[in-house]
């Protein structure tokens, strides 16, 4: 059984890495938070972390370094375009699965009225003007301030569709993981700014370069995980 109760992430993951032979590289989260698992092997107790600070982990396998932060990447002002490096680009999007209001409770029925003006949810109306209520419960927050925090920014993903994009491009122009590109395409009448979530490089072929772009990172799939693991959490 692993528990660490409202700590910082920095005395959470030294405690993961115990004994791996693996330390902390670069951090810059401060917050704290709750993480309790069991049954979990390092890495998993690693992914649970990542989850629970909201955090974006790059791993040095060289130097055996967890490297964490906010957001990883930066916007560097690179670009694909067609006619320049973008040679083909490939749509997912799911317009139907958003909310515009999220009503967040912590252990024990914990709500952010009291630090809220009086509402029990938080709202973000990026996308639509339509009042779309959506439930999160999580028992591991007993911080009112931690649950609301969190909630601001589960929304800020959950208010707005899906969109990814495969595209293949000749020239990488310095993107690196995490990286906010700016992505235009006269053919698909697309020009928005996204995130590089996956680069595929070939170093001796690079018109075989690929690179997945979406405007969130938190698929589906990682949601239904979150919301088994709190199952898990509440059994346990």
């Known amino acids: 059984h692993f528990e660490m ?30 993480v309790r698992v069991s049954n979990k092997t390092p890495l998993e107790v690693i992914d649970e972390i990542r989850k629970v600070y909201r955090a974006e982990i790059f791993f040095d396998a060289i130097n055996k370094k967890v490297n964490v932060y906010e957001q990883l990447g930066e916007n560097k002002g690179d670009f694909f375009m067609e006619d320049v490096n973008l040679k083909s680009l490939n749509i997912s999007s799911d317009s139907y699965d958003y909310v515009t209001r999220l009503i967040p409770i912590g252990k024990d029925g914990l709500t952010i009225e009291e630090i809220n003006g009086g509402k029990k949810y938080v709202e973000n109306y990026q996308y639509s003007d339509k009042i779309i209520y959506a439930t999160w419960e999580d028992n591991r927050y007993t911080v009112v301030e931690n649950l609301k925090e969190d909630a601001i920014s589960k929304l800020e993903e959950l208010s707005k569709p899906y969109k990814s994009y495969e595209a ?12 906010t590109i700016t992505l235009i395409s006269k053919e698909n009448e697309v020009k928005e700014k996204q995130r590089v979530v996956k680069i595929t490089e070939y170093i001796d072929e690079p018109w075989n370069n690929k690179v997945e772009i979406a405007n969130k990172t938190y698929t589906f799939e990682e949601m239904q995980s979150e919301v088994m693991d709190t199952v898990e959490t509440a059994d346990t």
């Open 5 to 34: 109760v409202n700590s910082y992430l920095k005395d959470t993951l030294n405690l993961t890495l115990a004994g791996t032979g693996w330390t902390i590289g670069y951090n810059d989260i401060t917050k704290r938070r709750t």
């Open 168 to 179: 293949d491009v000749i020239d990488l122009r310095g993107a690196s993981l995490g990286d």
